[in-house]
């Protein structure tokens, strides 16, 4: 059974960090390219950031400087590090694996992110 989990959500304060983390099981992991959504009350799912297979990345720019992305793909494990968090940072944060040939695609549960003060 394919599973993606995340973890590491929460509440912190406006400047503040987290670290979600993604695991990942039932996928041969290090072939997939990994990704980290969002989704904020009444807008749509949006594509934060990505680490492909080969360790490519790619932030969106409302991130871009703030946030960074890892993997250990002995942990089968996808990070996405947090940093100086916005109010508008507050969404639930969706892990995404994929791979071409065969197309494939998984998502994780979510887990919500509020930054608040």
């Known amino acids: 059974q394919v599973q993606l989990v995340e973890s590491g959500g929460g509440s912190v304060q406006p400047g503040g960090s987290l670290r979600l983390s993604c695991a990942g099981s039932?996928?041969?992991?290090?072939?997939?390219?990994m990704a980290w959504y969002r989704q904020a009350p009444g807008k749509e799912r949006e594509l934060v950031a990505s680490?492909?297979?080969?360790?490519?990345?790619y932030f969106a720019d409302s991130v871009k400087g703030r946030f960074t992305i890892s993997r250990d793909n002995n942990k089968k494990t996808v990070y996405l590090h947090l940093n100086s968090l916005k109010s508008e940072d507050t969404a639930v944060y969706y892990c995404?694996?994929?791979?071409?040939?065969?197309?494939?695609?998984?998502w994780g549960q979510g887990t919500q992110v509020t930054v608040s003060s």
């Open positions: 039932g996928i041969i992991f290090r072939v997939y390219d």
């Open positions: 680490i492909s297979s080969g360790g490519s990345t």
């Open positions: 995404n694996g994929n791979r071409r040939n065969p197309n494939i695609e998984y």
